[in-house]
């Protein structure tokens, strides 16, 4: 069974940063992209950043020069360095994952973490 594991959300006032973590677990054989997606209330669910397994990587224009996504492939994890924080980056924040598990390849997504942005 794999999952996603997110951490590293919280309360943060604007201007602040907040790095989120990913780490995925379980009969992992392959990961080929990684990404962060979020949501808030009364809105769909966007694409923040998004990172391939050979690095290039790929953001929302809302959050370019402010946010940077990174992977550590020993550690199967996914990273989100977020700086200067804006009150309209609230929202709940997801990892998504395109894993091959040896019997299955597909698209998995975490829990969710929380992130509010005070103004």
């Known amino acids: 069974q794999v999952q996603l594991v997110e951490s590293g959300g919280g309360l943060v006032q604007a201007g602040g940063s907040l790095r989120l973590s990913c780490a995925a677990s379980?009969?992992?054989?392959?990961?080929?992209?990684m990404g962060w997606y979020r949501q808030a209330p009364g809105k769909q669910r966007d694409l923040v950043a998004s990172?391939?397994?050979?690095?290039?990587?790929n953001y929302a224009d809302s959050v370019k020069g402010r946010f940077t996504i990174s992977r550590d492939n020993a550690k199967n994890t996914v990273y989100l360095q977020m700086n200067s924080l804006k009150p309209e980056d609230t929202a709940v924040y997801y990892c998504?994952?395109?894993?091959?598990?040896?019997?299955?390849?597909?698209?998995?997504w975490g829990q969710g973490t929380q992130v509010t942005v005070s103004s």
């Open positions: 990172i391939t397994s050979g690095g290039s990587t």
């Open positions: 379980g009969i992992i054989f392959s990961i080929n992209a």
């Open positions: 998504n994952a395109d894993i091959w598990s040896g019997s299955y390849y597909g698209e998995y």
